[in-house]
């Protein structure tokens, strides 16, 4: 295949998984993130990339959001909100942070592709986004490139939605964006 053809396969698979997607638990996203006193984000790998850009954004809306284990993280309370970026939502060392954060009364919210993994059945709120996993072999691209390709899509349409929801326009979300680069 050329690079044309597998841009155009990696489109129509992401344009196919939207079609099964339950877009009713976006409202309860979008209202956790609203009511959250402090919004924190974690995921590994390339899920952990795509939620990091998640992040920004929610900071150029005005939110106050931190990414986990960052130094200058704050400590995290009940009122707080934890956002999850995990395909398999078993991987070892989020699994352990949603047990903190179960115990410290945070909420949790998990985008995954398995919504009955184990951060899945602690979590407050669950978007199931329907892409191959790792050891699928349902796509043609390798390991879970797809949902990564996804979540961070979603991402964005989260935030345009929240956009509305906060009445916040492309230029007042510039005027939070970094001036030191």
Known sequence: MSIKEN???IVNELDTNTLSIDYEAFNNLTNQITHAKRIFLCGKGRSGLAISAFANRLMHLGLDVALVGEITA???KEGDLLI???GSGETGSLVSL???AKSEQVNIALITTNSESTIGKMADCVITLPCASKL???SKQPMASAFEQLSFMTYDAIVME???VLNQNADDMFQRHANFE
Do not use: F, Q
């Open 7 to 9: 841009l155009k396969s």
């Open 74 to 76: 704050p400590r995290a």
């Open 84 to 86: 999850i970026g995990s």
């Open 98 to 100: 949603a047990n903190k």
């Open 136 to 138: 699928d072999n349902n």
């Open 162 to 164: 929240l956009m509305t």
